[in-house]
């Protein structure tokens, strides 16, 4: 597929690309030849191949939460080194 000047520049108009008639060049010979391979991947026989959307195994990296009991002792050493409290509860700053 053979691309023309007024195609790349509706492409870097798209882009909102400012291109000099020397990048204009490069760019069209650079997209041919993306274009030519997809010619080429054309070609290949992929009936009966099932298609994948994931190619790598997704897996759950995170880990899961454990809820520990503190003594009331060690809660009131927390609350005590807070920077801003109310009551049992330390205060922190919104977040929206």
């Known amino acids: 597929?053979?691309?023309?000047?007024?195609?790349?520049?509706?492409?870097?108009?798209?882009?909102?690309?400012?291109?000099?008639?020397?990048?204009?060049?490069?760019?069209?010979?650079?997209l041919e030849g993306v274009f030519a391979y997809f010619q080429k991947l054309?070609?290949?026989e992929t009936t009966g191949i099932e298609p994948i959307n994931q190619i790598i195994p997704l897996e759950n990296i995170f880990c899961a939460d454990d809820v520990v009991n503190y003594s009331e002792e060690n809660q009131q050493k927390i609350i005590d080194n807070a920077p801003d409290k109310s009551?049992?509860?330390?205060?922190?700053?919104?977040?929206?």
């Open 87 to 96: 009551g049992r509860h330390i205060k922190v700053k919104k977040i929206l």
């Open 42 to 44: 054309q070609e290949l």
């Open 1 to 30: 597929m053979s691309l023309d000047i007024q195609q790349i520049d509706h492409l870097a108009k798209l882009a909102r690309l400012s291109l000099s008639e020397e990048e204009k060049k490069i760019y069209a010979s650079q």
